[in-house]
């Protein structure tokens, strides 16, 4: 019964924060220029710019009861947003059933929160702002002065290093082809990732994201749909992993499958 409990409130959690990160990925790549906030102005239908109501905007609930249509204009809501809410509410439970109620599974919840948000602004826009970064970077400092996922000297490098790797990647690579190929987000990604996971965990983080881009760039390619590829969602996924998994080192992963 306590463990229905821990995975009821992780699913209604993750709903709510599925839906701030709705908000966070359509109005802060827009703020500058539509003159918003994550708080204000109201929510209200992109279309014909009528408020929502309350009752309208309950994370999954209102999409369904509103039959994914906007109740002014009755033009169609996006699919990303209940898919966004439903797939936070699922990673939540994931992580309580992972971690149980405990401070680790609050810590975790935040740090896939804002991975998220910056792999679904990079998808969507090519870019992974500052203000989710930097944060992201700070805190995971801050939660392991505590030891939380690693020692905090393995966290201090490990956002130095995971910086340090990708901006001389760019510069090699921009010096070799005069172009440049990622952007100084990525760097900044991968130290906020560094700094939850450790610099041990850095050479599997790059490893596992470029092969699952290399992988997804294939398909896309096969698809007759290649174009730019974002490389924030894949160290997302890469970081998240293995952090989830406590995955610091390739003799890890081998011990874990022998």
Not at 9 to 25: E, Y
Not at 86 to 97: G, K, P, Q, S
Request: charged share 10%; glycine share 10%.
């Amino acid at each position: 019964m306590d463990q229905l409990i821990i995975i009821l409130f992780a699913f209604l959690a993750g709903l709510c924060i599925g839906s701030f990160v709705n908000v966070v990925v359509y109005r802060l790549p827009l703020a500058a220029e539509k003159q918003m906030t994550l708080l204000s102005p109201a929510s209200q239908c992109m279309k014909c710019g009528t408020p929502i109501k309350p009752w309208h905007n309950i994370p999954l609930i209102g999409f369904f009861v509103l039959g994914g249509r906007c109740a002014s204009c009755n033009s169609r809501i996006s699919l990303v947003y209940p898919l966004i809410e439903l797939v936070t509410a699922l990673l939540f439970v994931a992580i309580f059933i992972q971690f149980g109620l405990s401070l680790k599974s609050l810590y975790f919840a935040c740090f896939t929160g804002f991975l998220l948000a910056l792999s679904v602004i990079d998808f969507k826009h090519y870019i992974l702002p500052d203000k989710l970064t930097l944060p992201l970077l700070w805190i995971g400092l801050l939660v392991n002065t505590g030891g939380v996922f690693t020692d905090l000297k393995s966290a201090v490098f490990g956002a130095v290093g995971g910086y340090a790797i990708l901006w001389l990647v760019y510069q090699l690579y921009k010096v070799t082809r005069n172009k440049e190929a990622m952007g100084y987000g990525d760097f900044k990604l991968l130290a906020a990732l560094g700094a939850w996971a450790g610099w041990q965990a850095l050479p599997l983080i790059i490893l596992l994201a470029s092969v699952s881009g290399l992988i997804f760039g294939g398909v896309a390619l096969l698809l007759g749909k290649g174009q730019k590829i974002a490389f924030g969602p894949f160290l997302s996924l890469a970081g998240c992993l293995i952090l989830y998994f406590n995955l610091s080192d390739l003799d890890h992963i081998i011990s874990i499958l022998n």
